[in-house]
C-alpha cells in the first residue's frame, strides 16, 4: 500500500509499542491501524495500561483529506480532545484510522491510548463538541460579565 499521507512511502507491517499491529509508512512514519487489529488486541490484553508520553510539540498533523489507502474513500478528520487542535483521519467503510508521525504520543498524553475506538465514536465527538461549547461560553461571559458576576 502506497502512504495516503506523504504519497512517497510504502506501507509495511509493523506494530504500535511493540503492542499491536499496523502499517507504518517508510518515508513519513506515519501509522495505519485497522480498529479490527486494535479491538482484537485489547480483548486479549485488556488489563494493558500504556506509559504515558510526554506531550512532543513535534506532532505532524495533515490538514489536507486524505484518502483511504484502501478504499480511496475521503477520510473523516475527527478530534482526539478539546484540548488539542490535531485531528484523526478515519474511514469508517474499511475501520481504519490514519495517525501521522507523533500522534500516538499525543493519544498517549492525553490518557486516551487505551481507548482508541471509543475516540472515533459519535457519542466521543459530540461529547468534544459540546465541551468546546462549554468552554467558548464560559469565556465569553467571563471576558463581558468579569469573574465576580459570571
Request: hydrophobic share 35%; glycine share 6%.
Amino acid at each position: 500500500m502506497h502512504c495516503t499521507s506523504c504519497k512517497q512511502g510504502e506501507l509495511q507491517v509493523s506494530f504500535i509499542d511493540q503492542e499491536f499491529r499496523c502499517h507504518t509508512c517508510n518515508n513519513c512514519g506515519g501509522n495505519w491501524i485497522l480498529v479490527e487489529d486494535y479491538v482484537s488486541w485489547k480483548e486479549r490484553y485488556p488489563e494493558y495500561l500504556f506509559t504515558e508520553a510526554a506531550v512532543l510539540d513535534e506532532a505532524e498533523d495533515s490538514s489536507r483529506a486524505l484518502l483511504c489507502p484502501v478504499s480511496g474513500v475521503i477520510m473523516r478528520k475527527l478530534r482526539i480532545s478539546k484540548d488539542t487542535s490535531h485531528r484523526l483521519d478515519y474511514s469508517a467503510p474499511v475501520g481504519g484510522v490514519w495517525l501521522d508521525k507523533g500522534e500516538w504520543d499525543l493519544i498517549k498524553a492525553a490518557g486516551l491510548a487505551g481507548s482508541l475506538n471509543v475516540l472515533l465514536t459519535e457519542q466521543w465527538q459530540n461529547k468534544l463538541r459540546e465541551q468546546r461549547a462549554k468552554d467558548t461560553f464560559t469565556q465569553l461571559y467571563l471576558s463581558k460579565f468579569g469573574e465576580d458576576d459570571y
